[in-house]
């Protein structure tokens, strides 16, 4: 089974803090993904990455960096926290024969005070 | 600007009856649509996907309809189990070529099924 793991559960971080969430697959899949989740508004793209030190900025990069230098691992940073990026956070990873798959993490929850 | 439109916020069922839902979509471009299905502390899990040549799709107790001309889709589960009772997710991909493939999510319906 394909495992998707992101670091921390829940995050509590003060405004302008740099802030960075982890993720990590081990099914050697060449895409991965960050999305967030809000009420009423569903899962939004961040970022996502399709080889190492690839990104490409998705619907809502405003505020966000990334980070890809392993395959296994992509990073999502926010530069300086601010109380709208207060939100779930999940990490996913596809093969590009299977886009449609996303594996999902079980998320971060991200609270900035 | 939302692509991909879930109406209804909420459904509640009775067990062993069908759960239908629904979902919109404003682009003709889409080549697939899926659901996703989320249970609380847990990652969207893929449930089930259907080409845009395609009209109907069926894995179990789960089938899910296109209808192109109405730019619609929906999700029937027959019947409704109580673990079927989760938030589930309509998503739409558009492939752009080998990188930058699009997927869309709508906001989501959650689904209650009483035992």
């Known amino acids: 089974d394909v495992k998707v793991t992101q670091s921390s559960r829940y995050l509590v971080k003060r405004t302008g803090e740099k802030v960075f969430l982890e993720c990590v697959q081990d099914?050697?899949?060449?895409?991965m993904f960050w999305y967030r989740q809000d009420p009423g508004l569903g899962l939004r793209l961040i970022y996502f990455?399709?080889?190492?030190?690839?990104?490409e900025k998705g619907d809502i990069p405003e505020g966000y960096s990334v980070s890809r230098e392993k395959k296994e691992r992509f990073s999502l940073i926010l530069e300086s926290a601010s109380t709208n990026q207060t939100s779930m956070y999940l990490c996913?990873?596809?093969?590009?024969?299977?886009?449609?798959?996303?594996?999902f993490g079980s998320g971060t929850q991200l609270s900035v005070l | 600007d939302q692509q991909v439109k879930q109406n209804s916020p909420s459904l509640s069922v009775q067990e062993g009856r069908i759960s239908i839902l629904n979902c919109d979509y404003t682009?003709?471009?889409?080549?697939?649509f899926l659901w996703y299905k989320k249970y609380p502390a847990e990652g969207p899990t893929f449930l089930i996907s259907?080409?845009?040549?395609?009209d109907k799709n069926e894995d179990g107790r789960f089938t899910v309809f296109l209808n192109k001309s109405a730019k619609h889709l929906s999700l029937h589960i027959v019947p409704s189990q109580p673990g079927d009772s989760a938030v589930y997710f309509c998503?739409?991909?558009?492939?752009?070529?080998?990188?930058?493939?699009?997927?869309?999510f709508g906001a989501g319906t959650i689904l209650r099924v009483k035992s």
């Open positions: 682009n003709s471009m889409f080549d697939y």
């Open positions: 259907i080409s845009s040549i395609k």
């Open positions: 990455s399709y080889d190492v030190k690839m990104k």
């Open positions: 998503a739409a991909l558009r492939l752009l070529g080998e990188y930058g493939n699009k997927l869309v």
């Open positions: 996913a990873s596809s093969t590009p024969t299977t886009n449609e798959k996303l594996f």
């Open positions: 099914m050697d899949h060449e895409n």
